[in-house]
């Protein structure tokens, strides 16, 4: 007989093969790599797809709280309804993702002699809520000066990933930004 139909030593006798056998068989290894990273892969995929879902919705936060209040801030005197218009400009800022999960606040914030900040009118819109008149409000360090006026913007979103490999937990992306009033010392809020 050739040596083609030569069968194993080991099939000859009905013992399982020896273990060095299973060590030199390469056969599948690919498959087996695979499977054993698959999970890996998976994991990486959906944490890439979460991070930069997560770092947009940041951006757009930071972009809807320095939006509304950069053009608050370029008022001497604003009206209720022009305030809520320009809230409504979070919803353009914020695209693709929906305003059902924002919340935004627009205040002006006047300091007195010793830089402490007191709320001198509030609005908020979709989920926000706005600050007390009259509250205390505590300012950044560096913005704490005597006797000025802020425009304070705040955004805030709760972001629920992508079912896509794992559940993940809400995460709530917030961001504020301060502005000086461009046109006069400060802004009067009409009914």
Do not use: C
Request: hydrophobic fraction near 45%; avoid cysteine.
């Amino acid at each position: 007989m050739g040596a083609s139909l030569q069968m194993a030593p080991w099939r000859r006798t009905k013992k399982a093969p020896p273990i060095r056998h299973w060590l030199k068989d390469t056969r599948a290894a690919a498959a087996v790599e695979f499977s054993l990273l698959l999970p890996i892969m998976l994991m990486m995929l959906a944490l890439a797809m979460y991070g930069g879902e997560g770092f947009s919705i940041q951006n757009k936060v930071s972009l809807s709280a320095s939006t509304v209040t950069d053009i608050v801030s370029q008022y001497s005197t604003i009206s209720n309804a022009t305030l809520a218009n320009v809230l409504n400009v979070a919803s353009a800022t914020i695209t693709p993702y929906g305003t059902a999960n924002l919340s935004l606040v627009v205040s002006e914030i006047q300091t007195n002699n010793s830089g402490a900040g007191t709320v001198v009118w509030s609005k908020a819109a979709f989920n926000g809520t706005a600050l007390a008149t009259g509250g205390s409000f505590t300012l950044p360090t560096a913005l704490a000066l005597p006797n000025t006026y802020y425009i304070y913007g705040s955004a805030q979103y709760v972001y629920t990933p992508m079912n896509v490999y794992q559940s993940l937990a809400q995460i709530t992306i917030s961001d504020a930004s301060y502005m000086p009033p461009r046109v006069s010392t400060s802004i009067a809020l009409t009914p």
